[in-house]
């Protein structure tokens, strides 16, 4: 049978041209629509055609560039400049430039904070195409590790292990150079003492700065390749870095804001992300989502309250029983500010204790000492104690509005919604791991992932061709109102 067969040298009469090789309705148009309708200026990108020096390469082609590679798994400068050289649709956007490695990651490495600007401007775009309503939010983390060894992590326990062996080292040297001066008092000893002490000693004085560093910071490790993030156990194992707090809408799933912490855990961050959320949209929201690991109820009462929170207490979400003598099966009594055990015996208010917190115990010790249920309840000889915390009013109203049908309904579609953010960087987009260092350069690769996804969902929702038709009548609109300020300006000062 006849087989069709190319040629390389085959001659072309008319060459075609660069924008001939792409399709109309191939995505990487899409990302180049975006970033020329993104307000550079706005986000701290300079462009200066007249500066003076070597010509530099255009701010904004290099911005898609970037956008466009990652949205690939295409992070590394060296293998973006591979791609520019060799893949067509990389050849077409940046309209035959070829910016090499170093170029690129100098580019990448100023301008952090412009990408996590970009994110903000690309959900005021989404905002104008009425994708993201802002109502309903939903919170999560994922830890990604960071650009930093997890043997350059150092806590209390291993400074002190590592001085202890030191000490241990510079002992032996010692011992060893005093027993050869012994049996050779006549002649000078083989070893030199000062020379072999100089390795444990440098030691010694690198670990004492690692030791004050780490008390200066308050946190509980350090790393020396990059102190801002911190060591954690994933399910990849144990690692450095950093976790990526993300915040989804629920209308149709588009990340409205992204963030980078060096903690261990959720704990604590929800009423950061809400606030940073709110200040993307211009608006609160009226319910915000998260799970059990957000449940950290002083962080908790910090956020508005005409925001309705849906966010389960780790017993809730657990799936081991509740013990028949935990404190869930304790009646508080309002009204008499006391609680009543299984039994029907008050504890009453006694203290409050360093933490804040309200402590409640039996009035009289011997109640709990001839109870049936002492020795399984409690053995303390003073009886049952208790503790309430400041917000557990709060803590039990959310624990009540989360198992209500509606809430519950709600919160059925966080994991839908935003699980699946992190299942698209990490899975599709390959990303095991960040390239830029400290947590603003944690938040920028960040901020870059997510836009990358509300570029995928966006093409997804409005196909390419819409989506570009609706970004090129956004810039439009921006450089006629950009037109109309210069010739206001113009002519009110001639």
């Known amino acids: 049978m006849a087989l069709r067969q190319g040629k390389r040298e085959?001659?072309?009469?008319?060459?075609?041209?660069?924008?001939?090789?792409?399709?109309?309705?191939?995505?990487?148009?899409?990302?180049?629509?975006?970033?020329?309708?993104?307000?550079?200026?706005?986000?701290?990108?300079?462009?200066?055609?007249?500066?003076?020096?070597?010509?530099?390469?255009?701010?904004?082609?290099?911005?898609?560039?970037?956008?466009?590679?990652?949205?690939?798994?295409?992070?590394?400068?060296?293998?973006?400049?591979?791609?520019?050289?060799?893949?067509?649709?990389?050849?077409?956007?940046?309209?035959?430039?070829?910016p090499d490695h170093k170029t690129i990651a100098e580019f990448r490495r100023h301008h952090k904070e412009a990408l996590q600007q970009a994110l903000r401007q690309c959900v005021r775009l989404c905002l104008k195409?009425?994708?993201?309503?802002?109502?309903?939010?939903f919170v999560d983390g994922s830890k990604i590790r960071g650009n930093a060894a997890l043997k350059n992590s150092w806590d209390r326990d291993k400074i002190q292990r590592v001085l202890a062996q030191t000490d241990q080292k510079i002992i032996a040297i010692l011992q060893e150079a005093e027993a050869l001066d012994a049996e050779e008092e006549e002649s000078p000893s083989l070893i030199s003492v000062p020379t072999q002490l100089n390795g444990p000693r440098a030691i010694q004085e690198k670990v004492g700065r690692i030791m004050e560093e780490?008390?200066?910071?308050?946190?509980?490790?350090?790393?020396?390749?990059?102190?801002?993030?911190?060591?954690?156990?994933?399910?990849?194992g144990a690692g450095a870095g950093y976790i990526a707090e993300?915040?989804?809408?629920?209308?149709?799933?588009?990340?409205?804001?992204?963030d980078a912490i060096g903690m261990g855990n959720d704990l604590g961050q929800l009423s950061a992300q809400i606030q940073q959320a709110t200040q993307v949209l211009g608006k609160a929201p009226e319910v915000a989502v998260a799970d059990a690991g957000f449940?950290?109820?002083?962080?908790?009462?910090?956020?508005?309250?005409?925001?309705?929170?849906?966010?389960?207490?780790?017993?809730?979400?657990?799936?081991?029983?509740?013990?028949?003598?935990?404190?869930?099966?304790?009646?508080?009594?309002?009204?008499?500010?006391?609680?009543?055990?299984?039994?029907?015996?008050?504890?009453?208010?006694?203290?409050?204790?360093?933490?804040?917190n309200l402590s409640y115990r039996m009035a009289h010790s011997r109640t709990c000492q001839v109870c049936q249920c002492y020795g399984q309840c409690t053995k303390a000889k003073q009886?049952?104690?208790?503790?309430?915390?400041?917000?557990?009013?709060?803590?039990?109203q959310l624990a009540q509005a989360y198992v209500l049908p509606e809430n519950q309904a709600i919160y059925k579609r966080r994991q839908s919604k935003i699980e699946l953010v992190f299942g698209h960087i990490k899975h599709n987009l390959g990303v095991n791991g960040l390239l830029l260092r400290g947590r603003v350069g944690a938040r920028a690769e960040i901020s870059l992932l997510s836009i990358c996804f509300n570029l995928r969902r966006l093409i997804t929702l409005l196909g390419v061709q819409g989506l570009i038709r609706k970004l090129q009548e956004i810039a439009s609109q921006q450089v006629l109102a950009s037109t109309t300020i210069y010739t206001y300006f113009k002519f009110s000062y001639f």
């Open 10 to 98: 085959q001659m072309e009469l008319l060459p075609p041209s660069i924008e001939q090789y792409i399709a109309v309705d191939a995505p990487v148009r899409v990302y180049d629509a975006f970033v020329e309708a993104l307000d550079l200026k706005a986000i701290g990108i300079k462009v200066d055609p007249n500066r003076e020096g070597n010509p530099a390469y255009d701010p904004r082609s290099m911005l898609k560039l970037l956008v466009y590679s990652y949205s690939y798994g295409v992070r590394s400068s060296r293998k973006i400049e591979r791609e520019v050289y060799y893949n067509l649709s990389f050849i077409w956007l940046m309209k035959g430039l070829k």
């Open 246 to 258: 993300v915040v989804v809408d629920d209308k149709q799933g588009l990340i409205v804001s992204a």
């Open 295 to 356: 449940s950290d109820i002083s962080d908790l009462s910090q956020i508005n309250s005409g925001i309705k929170l849906l966010v389960p207490n780790k017993q809730q979400v657990s799936t081991l029983p509740v013990g028949k003598y935990a404190k869930e099966n304790f009646r508080y009594l309002t009204e008499r500010n006391c609680y009543l055990c299984p039994m029907g015996e008050e504890l009453k208010f006694h203290q409050i204790t360093k933490d804040g």
């Open 129 to 137: 195409l009425d994708l993201i309503a802002g109502n309903i939010l």
């Open 383 to 396: 009886g049952r104690t208790l503790e309430r915390l400041p917000y557990e009013r709060l803590k039990e």
């Open 214 to 236: 780490l008390q200066a910071s308050g946190k509980k490790s350090w790393n020396t390749t990059d102190p801002e993030c911190t060591g954690f156990n994933g399910v990849q």
